[in-house]
């Protein structure tokens, strides 16, 4: 156990069902899962309420990349923003060792994007357009 190091978060990449193709992202997050109670006041006990826990809660799932033209993805995204046509679907995000093996993996259930923002042009810096896409999703599951 003395040679065990945690992984590092640079090695990553995301794949998304049913589209063609690796898709580089420098960002990921949103993979966290709470648990929502409920406060329940018993008779006679004036000390405290109890909870209960009632429900799992997920965050939206933000990707950050710098800004591609005509990416499947952004058409996708599009297609919901502009025509409200969603096409719901799984996203596998893999920590990735030294020999880009999966260490772990989390299964992002029925994604579908409720945000699309580009990062603002400014004529006084020097940095690339970032992209960054929010979707929605049910769950995730952690894939090992």
């Known amino acids: 156990m003395a040679d065990y190091y945690p992984p590092l978060g640079f090695h ?39 909870k209960i826990p009632v429900r799992t809660k997920y965050p939206n799932l933000v990707l950050k990349r710098g800004l591609l033209v005509n990416s499947e993805i952004i058409s996708w995204c599009r297609s919901a923003m502009e025509d409200f046509d969603f096409l719901p679907v799984d996203i596998v995000v893999k920590l990735l060792n030294e020999k880009h093996e999966p260490l772990l993996s989390w299964n992002v259930v029925h994604a579908y994007p409720v945000k699309w923002s580009i990062s603002d042009f400014n004529a006084e810096e020097n940095k690339l357009v970032i992209e960054t896409l929010e979707l929605n999703y049910n769950y995730f599951n952690v894939i090992e």
């Open 12 to 50: 990553f990449k995301v794949e998304f069902t049913g589209f063609t193709g690796e898709f580089e992202f420098q960002s990921v997050s949103g993979l966290t899962v709470s648990i929502d109670t409920e406060e329940i006041a018993e008779g006679g006990e004036n000390r405290f309420k109890h």
